[in-house]
């Protein structure tokens, strides 16, 4: 029998602080995968997209990665003659672009402006692998695909909220490997999403559903389903679990249950003839990008002590045959609770199945757990939108529309930069994004407005980090309703469609 | 032939500067209603109606208009022994109520705090007429016949958006004469509202008649009605217009109109299946409560020059009997609009015979035109609720969910109260206020939350009148679910409930 229901009792472990992996199971892996942990592979792990996701990855990480070696190296002889040519030589060489001319061109009088320089190329470098993005799709899956699954399974809509740290940006594309496009992601700072939101967002799908048949008609017996994820640490759970929760494991989980049971309460208090919705409570090992799914009972109950483990599950299924596997997730699945539905089933039985591959990608290319268990982001995404970005700790996520409300999740990315960047001289880049409908009249109007809004209170509330020249701000908007890349409004460096090419 | 529909030019008017009352119709009324303006009477003027809204407005006009006379006679006696037993008992004849203990029993140690007894009288005034207005629902007219008529004419939903200015607050309970319990009323400085805002109360309604058949099932064949109201000043054009639109009529009308256009055009483009919206455009004469109407033509189309003024009807119609009056309002109406659709007419229609009995109001009880054209608004209300102010020149109302959003209506209401209040040393009350439905679990901790944001964001944006005691902030909500009154949150003088009875 497969050991994967956990049943936790408060006696037998103490929350946020007890190993949260099985002993046994680490062993096992230790132990298979000790060297060179380039070729274990789950016999469900997909082994195509792992490679293509990996090559897509890497592309972008190195990009980033680039960054600072080359301006070290341009540093080192700014004050050499015929140095803005030869600057742009390392550049060209190390970045795969040239560098905003005037920059280096005021180099002689001081010195180089090396945080506008810094600010300047991850505004461009973002700006390069965000076009390639809406010209290339790398999506993968089909949404089609998934939407008629989904609905197999009794949903209508998939609307997860994640934690916003940049640990779990991947959590849709990487880790639950889903398409993108079929799921809505709003990211809040320990998963404490806006019920209010919600509600407007159900609403809007409810009205599709009887106006437009879409996603399916509205009497159909299928539901918007809601999932909230907290992630941990298994590697240091006291120190790098969810900062919003003092990387307490058991409070992240607690709190973001408790905002899903009264988002369905607000549904169904407010809405008459039976409304209501399903809800799921994942959480996110961010060291390995394993899950934990908490199995709802047939009344849609969850409760904080009964979930699988994928981990454990890909231990104990390793050394199965496909099929074999597969059933011995559906048995995993009823042994966590007994009387779940059979949609609900094989809806988890998917997110486990999908996640095995994840595990594959980490071990394979990173070993036991990834390098950077901590925060490693590059820059602070602010507003609503970035939909291209699907790759871990790149971009610390405040999903906003003012800074007067979000200012506490800003607040936390901020601490993290403060951290990451400003410890070393080195500005926070800041990229403000407002996705709008081109084809409500007044909309990239309104959305350039909010831009500003934004960048101008960001600029109020970080005023110390902006006169020190350690915070720089990027305005950009895309048109949903089109298939253009973002649109720059302002960036408080030189103009990154400026100085180059 | 009656002579009520304008067709200007561009040759025969300018905008914003023509008088725009008709020499001929001006002289009518002031011949006939010169001097002792009580007795008038149109024929189809409701008077048990006007009795009644005179007294409300009057009683609550009157408690607040006491607060600065009474204040100024305990100003007077503030060194004089037995000073605290004297105040109160002018406080109590003056004003009805007990003053805080603690502010009296300070003024011995320099000086009475004027500044915080003038807030404090403010908004215990405020949540004593508020909690009154919950209690007594003084509202008239039946919301559900209301209904019944709009339905009637074509419509489910009337959603309303005037200027924020305080002297268009009364526009639904006493201009239009509308059940304000059956009307959306969301208020902007300059009528420019939120489409984004209209959108989605667009889908929350279309969903309820999807789903609950309410206010009446999907397929009947009505449409949401969106009016926008402008205003001008017919007595002082030039200064007493709208402030948003620099007191330029034709601008206010001509914003207020694209406005709608983007809106119907909004959600055409939005939702597939022939979606549409009806709109009107209406402008108010701040001075005598009269409107102009644009009368759409059969495809809703409305023109800036094409419009019914109801001082020319109330002319016109005064000396008719009820039934000559009313064809001849049906007659103005097609005479503006050839082919307006029968449902408009009828709206309309309606809309007019109310409004003649305001001008009824204006001319009985303040003559010509109101003594105060100008603002005189006693506090600002910010946030979102206040249906309980339904009074003209009461409270300035900027409806908004944050600062950040909503500083430009702010700003304007501050500049209004530099010159109301603090050129005479007085400070500014506002009313930060933020209903909410109690049915959402969690819903009023995050009304709340919302206060206090508002309430700090208002204190850091005007810092300078806050330091010197010349703002302070009301904080409260109220439960739309419930038939409760308003809870009052926090307050920066000292507590509303406490030190009184």
Redesign the interface.
């Given at each position: 029998m497969l050991r994967t229901a956990h049943q936790h009792t408060a006696n037998n472990r103490t929350a946020g602080t007890a190993p949260l992996r099985r002993p046994g199971a680490v062993a096992t892996r230790n132990s298979e995968f000790h060297s060179g942990y380039s070729n274990v592979q789950h016999p469900l792990c997909n082994i195509d997209e792992n490679t293509r996701l990996h090559r897509y990855e890497d592309q972008i990480k190195k990009a980033f990665a680039a960054i600072v070696p080359t301006l070290k190296q341009i540093s080192a002889i700014q004050h050499e003659p015929d140095f803005e040519f030869k600057a742009q030589q390392i550049a060209r060489h190390g970045l795969g672009f040239d560098l905003p001319k005037n920059i280096l061109a005021d180099a002689w009088v001081e010195q180089l402006d090396m945080r506008r320089l810094f600010a300047w190329c991850m505004f461009y470098t973002y700006r390069r692998f965000c076009d390639e993005f809406f010209t290339a799709r790398p999506e993968g899956s089909n949404a089609n695909d998934f939407d008629a699954f989904l609905q197999a399974c009794g949903f209508h809509t998939l609307d997860i909220s994640p934690c916003a740290d940049g640990r779990l940006a991947h959590l849709v594309r990487y880790v639950l490997r889903l398409p993108p496009r079929a799921v809505r992601r709003k990211s809040y700072a320990g998963a404490m999403f806006d019920?209010?939101d919600s509600?407007?967002k159900w609403?809007?799908i409810?009205?599709q559903r009887?106006?437009?048949g879409q996603p399916n008609t509205?009497d159909a017996a299928t539901r918007y389903l809601k999932v909230a994820a907290y992630h941990f640490s298994s590697v240091d759970p006291k120190h790098q679990g969810c900062a919003a929760h003092g990387s307490d494991t058991r409070k992240a989980a607690q709190a973001a249950l408790e905002r899903l049971?009264?988002f369905r309460?607000?549904i169904e208090?407010?809405?008459?003839?039976g409304?209501s919705i399903d809800l799921l409570l994942i959480g996110v090992d961010t060291d390995t990008d394993s899950i934990r799914v908490h199995v709802p009972d047939a009344n849609g109950e969850m409760n904080l002590d009964r979930y699988l483990d994928t981990q454990d599950i890909y231990v104990e299924t390793n050394n199965l045959g496909i099929s074999d596997a597969r059933r011995e997730i559906g048995t995993a699945i009823q042994a966590c609770s007994s009387d779940v539905t059979a949609g609900m089933t094989q809806f988890i039985a998917r997110l486990i199945e999908n996640n095995l591959s994840q595990i594959d990608y980490v071990l394979n290319h990173h070993g036991e757990h990834y390098p950077d268990i901590g925060h490693a982001e590059r820059f602070i995404g602010a507003g609503v939108g970035f939909e291209d970005i699907q790759l871990r700790n790149l971009m610390y996520f405040a999903y906003l529309?003012?800074?007067?409300?979000g200012a506490a999740d800003m607040d936390v990315g901020i601490r993290i930069f403060k951290g990451l960047n400003v410890t070393h001289g080195l500005p926070i880049p800041v990229v403000v994004r407002f996705d709008y409908?081109g084809?409500?009249?007044?909309?990239r109007e309104?959305a350039r407005q909010r831009c500003g809004?934004?960048a101008q209170?960001l600029t109020e509330r970080y005023a110390d980090l902006c006169n020190q020249n350690l915070l720089h701000v990027l305005q950009v908007a895309r048109d949903c309703d089109s298939n253009k890349p973002i649109e720059i409004f302002a960036c408080s460096v030189d103009a990154i469609d400026a100085g180059v090419h």
């Open positions: 019920v209010e509600i407007q609403v809007e409810e009205l009887f106006r437009e509205a049971v009264n309460q607000a208090n407010s809405f008459c003839c409304a529309d003012t800074v007067e409300e409908h084809r409500v009249p007044g909309a309104r809004r934004v209170a």
